[in-house]
């Protein structure tokens, strides 16, 4: 019987560290830290969807999303929400986007799953305090739940960063038309009440991510039959399209920015003397394989402080893109103690450069399980964790 993978898997929480203590949003001096722009070129790597109208549940054509005049664009909120889950795996920041209270409307039944109390860590406590935040809701913001909050006013935090829609000059990176669409197979929503694959020990996991796959490996078929599960889409964005998007920030601290840095671009690695790219995901169809991007920070200027600009008469911007892996070299040692090197042996990072590498070792025959293999006791195991995955053992069996 083959072995298979589920489409996602689990990026572990580190051990709280010194640096990783809660402190206000905005410091007392408005005009300290870093402030500036970084621009960035994003690149699809697999076929790339986002669309106005996702609708779960049932079968209709989507479209990826254009402006007036026609181009692809990958909206701000997207972005943002990507980098966001990426620097809370990095930084074990809390967990804001998580809904810890699960109503899943089962075949037979409703089931609902209360997960809190299997958290751990300063990921335990979402922030709700604009004075006590983790680093991720002081970059990204965060919005508080009005019962957690005592006073009026510390309930919400705009974040220090703001991210652009990205963008392009060219209307040729659209592919499909209604004569030619495509069906993807078996889009679902989250099932947290397997516990054998959310939990271990007790425990949420961690964070889910999903794997990579290639373009030509994508479970796609062009003009098929849609089915319960199924999405139709009508256009979308073709692999290597050429977008750009601009980050502005404010008054970062240095490990804030080291942290905005790495959670943007990632890194290059060397998987099996493979050299592989880390590349995120954005948009519809992860699990199948789509939206996979690489991420290049082009341009990064810093601001000078208001003071200085006035002296120097200059322009007040420098670049500073020579000066990017010392931000994020930075940001592991003040808030981890780890150089660039210890660093991938802490486990969430250990975790996201194999989840995050498009390469060999990933398993390609991958999908979700049938309904009849949850049903039986023979060959079942629990989820492989990733390093189980790297090192080929704990598979899953069909
Ligand atoms: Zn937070």
């Known amino acids: 019987m083959p072995e298979f993978l589920i489409p996602y898997n689990f990026v572990r929480t580190t051990e709280i560290s010194t640096g990783q203590k809660k402190s206000p949003g905005i410091m007392h001096d408005k005009f300290s830290g870093y402030s500036g722009k970084i621009v960035c070129q994003l690149t699809p790597k697999t076929r790339t969807i986002i669309a106005e109208n996702p609708g779960f549940g049932s079968a209709h054509e ?46 037979n039944h409703p089931i609902d799953v209360d997960v809190s109390r299997k958290i751990r860590g ?21 919005v508080g739940k009005q019962d957690d909050v005592q ?5 919400i935090f705009g974040g220090k960063v703001s991210i652009g829609d990205a963008t392009t000059t060219k209307d040729d990176y659209l592919e499909g038309s209604y004569n030619n669409k495509l069906v993807v197979k078996g889009i679902m ?55 750009q998007f601009t980050v502005n920030f404010s008054n970062l601290e240095k490990d804030e920015l080291g942290l905005l840095l790495y ?61 990017k892996l010392d931000f994020q070299k ?14 991938d042996a802490l486990p969430n990072i250990f975790d996201l450069q194999r989840i995050m590498s498009l390469n060999g070792y990933q398993c390609h025959n991958m999908h979700h399980p049938e309904q ?27």
Not at 151 to 155: F, M, T
Request: with cysteine.
């Open 62 to 107: 989507l479209s990826q999303i254009c402006d007036n005049d026609g181009k692809p664009f990958l909206p701000s909120s997207s972005l943002k929400g990507m980098f966001r889950s990426v620097a809370e795996a990095v930084a074990n920041g809390c967990y804001l986007l998580f809904d810890k209270k699960y109503h899943y409307k089962h075949i």
């Open 122 to 142: 300063i990921a335990s406590s979402p922030c709700s305090d604009i004075n006590h935040l983790c680093i991720c809701c002081r970059l990204f913001g965060m």
């Open 151 to 155: 006073a009026e006013g510390k309930a």
């Open 189 to 243: 929503t989250p099932k947290p009440h397997h516990d054998l694959f959310y939990e271990m020990n007790g425990l949420i996991r961690g964070r889910k991510f999903y794997y990579h796959r290639r373009d030509n490996e994508l479970k796609a078929i062009l003009n098929g039959d849609v089915g319960e599960f199924d999405k139709s889409f009508v256009k979308w964005i073709k692999a290597e399209a050429l977008f």
């Open 263 to 323: 959670a943007l671009e990632l890194e290059e690695k060397k998987v099996n003397n493979e050299k592989v790219g880390m590349y995120h995901k954005i948009g519809m169809a992860k699990a199948q394989g789509f939206g996979s991007c690489e991420i290049k920070i082009t341009r990064l200027e810093l601001m000078d402080n208001p003071q200085s600009r006035y002296q120097n008469f200059g322009t007040g911007i420098t670049d500073a893109l020579n000066k």
């Open 330 to 343: 930075h940001f592991f040692q003040s808030y981890f103690g780890k150089d660039w090197i210890q660093k």
């Open 372 to 398: 009849t293999w949850f049903g039986t006791d023979e060959g079942r195991k629990p989820l492989p964790t990733i390093e189980d995955v790297f090192l080929n053992r704990n598979m899953l069996i069909e």
